[in-house]
Nanobody
Framework: QVQLVESGGGLVQPGGSLTLSCAAS????????MGWFRQAPGKERIFVAA????????YYVNSVKGRFTISRDNAKNTVYLQMNSLKPEDTAVYYCAADEFPTNGVYDYWGQGTQVTVSS
């Protein structure tokens, strides 16, 4: 049974940093794409970043390029989202997702989400 468990969310001031973690278990994720999505109150869930587990290729939505970094630790089966220069508009519930061949943002597996609040 695949499980994705996010952690690391919290309250941070504008300009601050947070690192989210996604611990993955239940199968081998070699070849999978691991993604981070976020959903702000009253808005749709949107793509933030993704990484191919084997190749390490990364993808980002334009609004976070240069501020967020996605990475993975194969030994720990964990994916990270390092978030710097945080803005109030980054406030959202952040979700980790996994899929072997994601298409149009459709992923098979999802975590429960972790809240990130950027506020002074």
């Amino acid at each position: 049974q695949v499980q994705l468990v996010e952690s690391g969310g919290g309250l941070v001031q504008p300009g601050g940093s947070l690192t989210l973690s996604c611990a993955a278990s239940g199968r081998t994720f070699s070849g999978y794409t691991m993604g981070w999505f976020r959903q702000a109150p009253g808005k749709e869930r949107i793509f933030v970043a993704a990484v191919n587990w084997s190749r390490g290729t990364t993808y980002y939505v334009n609004s976070v390029k240069g501020r967020f970094t996605i990475s993975r630790d194969n030994a720990k089966n964990t994916v990270y989202l390092q978030m710097n220069s945080l803005k109030p508009e980054d406030t959202a519930v952040y979700y980790c997702a996994a899929d072997e061949f994601p298409t149009n943002g459709v992923y098979d597996y999802w975590g429960q989400g972790t809240q990130v609040t950027v506020s002074s």
